[in-house]
C-alpha cells in the first residue's frame, strides 16, 4: 500500500543541538544588552581640580634583621637611633611610610620584635614581612 507509514525500529541515535545553541544565544544576547545598560545608568560628574590634591607619596623601607642582630635599612647598616631619624625624616617631607621587614631565619623573634616596636614608635603603620617561597 501506497499510504501505509512503516514503524521505525531505530531508536533516536543523534541529539540535535540547534535548539541548545538557539536558547544560549539568545540568553548572552540578553546579557549583552542590560551589561551595556547598567554602564549607561552611572552618574556622570565634573570634579574640581585643587594645586595640592593627587597622590600621595609613599615611602618604602626594607629593613633586615641579621642573625647576628645587625640592623639594616636599604642595604646600609643602621641603628635604632638613624631608623627613628631617617622615618622622621621622610615623614616630614610629607610621605607615608611603609616598611619591609626581613629577618634571617636564625634571628630571635625578641630581635625582629623590637625592631617593628622601633619602626611603630617611629611612625610607621604598614608592615609587610618579607619571606621566601619554598621550593
Known amino acids: 500500500m501506497a499510504g501505509q507509514i512503516e514503524p521505525d525500529d531505530e531508536g533516536i541515535t543523534g541529539i540535535n543541538v540547534t535548539p541548545l545553541v538557539d536558547v544560549t544565544l539568545v540568553l548572552l544576547i540578553i546579557f549583552m544588552v542590560t551589561a ?6 552611572t552618574i556622570e560628574v565634573e570634579l574640581p581640580r585643587a594645586a595640592h ?3 600621595t607619596v609613599q615611602k618604602t623601607f626594607a629593613v633586615l634583621v641579621t642573625k647576628e642582630g645587625k640592623t639594616f635599612l636599604n642595604g646600609v647598616p643602621i ?3 638613624g631608623l627613628v631619624a631617617a622615618v622622621g625624616e621622610a615623614k616630614r617631607k610629607g610621605e607615608e611610610v611603609q616598611a619591609i621587614v626581613g629577618g634571617d ?3 630571635t623573634h ?3 620584635t623590637h625592631l617593628l616596636d622601633v619602626l611603630k614608635g ?3 603603620i604598614k608592615f609587610a614581612i618579607q619571606i621566601e617561597k619554598q621550593q
Open 79 to 81: 641603628d635604632d637611633a
Open 122 to 124: 617611629a611612625g610607621v
Open 110 to 112: 625578641g630581635m625582629v
Open 105 to 107: 631565619k636564625n634571628a
Open 53 to 55: 590634591g593627587g597622590e
Open 36 to 41: 551595556s545598560y547598567i554602564v549607561k545608568e
